[in-house]
């Protein structure tokens, strides 16, 4: 039998991941045992690492990051068709699939959850979408996949050169993401979406952020999506309408609280296929999936159940 895989992103946590490793690693093989450990160079490496490991027979791959690293370990694991194990360390900044997981966040207590804890299998979303050299592409997402105002918040962020010296990572912490995304509230007008939900009638809906989630969590720990299930073969949609700048300013805590969806400009929904595109053909809408920005709308989101075999406490 192999060992576990560790799959670690240097950069994560605004490099404190790199500067920690020692003893994130003497935790690991105090709480956990022997492990193999590979590290991550650049963008896209989780993936290629993950999916080459899986395919040569490793059982359980251990993603230790944020949010964006498993996300690419995922991504490995599902694109090599093995039944492969995936396993968090949490040692990211946002941290929200962490949080649906119940995972802890100390290296010593995840150490022991990985340990001693049990398999579950989960859904996970696919979007199919257009990438940046305008190709058609499809990618898995474990958390929330949305158009419009996060993924706005997120490009705001990579070009602020305010924030030059800081990794993007670190900005999708609580208070860094918070900001940008008030700073983009008070800029973005509503975009005009043509949706589609499983095999009805496409209709047009206006739009301030169109979220698809898998999990509760997204963007450094708002609760978007408070009754999402991993294993409901599921997707919940959740659509911030015209609320308003003023108004959404002032309800910005539902936003962490898992009450958004009480306000009347919000409406959540269900479903296991959507297809969305811009109702104008020249307005351009990015799309983001677990906090990167792959590409762009249209897009085709659906969910694929019990993909993903996971260690949770």
């Known amino acids: 039998m192999s060992l576990p895989l560790v799959i ?95 995972m802890p966040h100390t290296n010593r207590e995840a150490a022991a959850a990985l340990r001693d804890g049990v398999t579950k299998r989960i859904d996970v979303g696919k979007v199919t979408f257009q990438n940046h050299d305008n190709e058609t592409t499809s990618r898995y997402f474990v958390n929330v996949s949305s158009a419009g105002l996060a993924a706005e918040v997120i490009k705001r962020v990579k070009k602020a050169k305010a924030f030059d010296w800081l990794p993007v990572e670190q900005l999708r912490g609580k208070a860094n993401f918070a900001v940008s995304t008030l700073q983009e509230i008070v800029e973005m007008e509503p975009s005009i979406l043509k949706v589609k939900f499983d095999d009805g009638d496409e209709h047009n809906l206006q739009t301030i952020a169109f979220c698809v989630a898998n999990s509760r969590y997204f963007g450094g720990g708002m609760l978007i999506a408070r009754d999402a299930k991993l294993d409901d073969g599921l997707l919940d949609i959740v659509n911030i309408g015209d609320i308003g700048t003023a108004r959404l300013l002032l309800n910005a805590h539902t936003l962490y609280r898992g009450t958004l969806g009480d306000l009347d400009e919000v409406k959540v929904t269900r479903a296991r296929k959507i297809e969305i595109s811009s109702a104008d053909p020249m307005r351009e809408i990015l799309i983001e999936t677990d906090g990167e920005l792959p590409g762009r709308l249209p897009a085709v989101y659906q969910i694929v159940p019990d993909a993903l075999r996971v260690r949770v406490p």
Do not use: Y
Not at 25 to 51: C, L, P, W, Y
């Open 8 to 102: 670690v992103n240097p950069k994560s946590a605004s490099g404190a991941t790199r500067e920690n490793w020692a003893a994130t690693a003497s935790d690991m093989r105090a709480h956990f045992g022997a492990f193999n450990v590979a590290f991550t160079k650049a963008q896209g490496d989780g993936v290629t690492i993950a999916e080459r490991a899986a395919k040569e027979g490793r059982k359980f791959i251990i993603a230790c990051g944020g949010d964006g690293t498993i996300n690419e370990v995922a991504n490995g694991i599902l694109n090599s068709g093995e039944d492969c194990e995936l396993g968090v360390l949490p040692s990211g900044t946002g941290g929200d699939f962490r949080r649906t997981l119940n």
